[in-house]
């Protein structure tokens, strides 16, 4: 099994900036790429950043050029550096795994974004 502990949401101004950051424990052997999602009320979660274990990256055109997703293998760790917050940016967001091992998904607890002013 895989365990995903996010931190680093808040509330925070527009045009500011907050890093999240998700380790990973438990049976990670299986795990290639790593993902950050979000969901608001009443919306699919959706995706916003992935990073493969060779450091490829790739993001939807709705945070390209703010966000930043990168990783340490070491620390099996995944962060999302998010700069310029707009307000739509507000959500719940979440760090995501799939394992092959396992042929499962695992996704972390949710950490809550809001931009505001």
């Known amino acids: 099994q895989v365990r995903l502990v996010e931190s680093g949401g808040g509330l925070v101004q527009p045009g500011g900036s907050l890093r999240l950051s998700c380790a990973a424990s438990?049976?990670?052997?299986?795990?290639?790429?790593m993902d950050w999602y979000r969901q608001t009320p009443g919306k699919e979660r959706e995706s916003v950043a992935r990073?493969?274990?060779?450091?490829?990256?790739s993001y939807p055109d709705s945070v390209k050029g703010r966000f930043t997703i990168s990783r340490d293998n070491a620390k099996n760790t995944v962060y999302l550096q998010m700069n310029s917050l707009k307000p739509e940016d507000t959500a719940v967001y979440y760090c995501h795994v799939y394992s092959a091992a396992y042929n499962s998904d695992y996704w972390g607890q949710g950490t809550q974004v809001t931009v505001s002013s």
């Open positions: 990073i493969t274990r060779g450091g490829t990256t």
């Open positions: 438990g049976s990670i052997f299986g795990i290639n790429a």
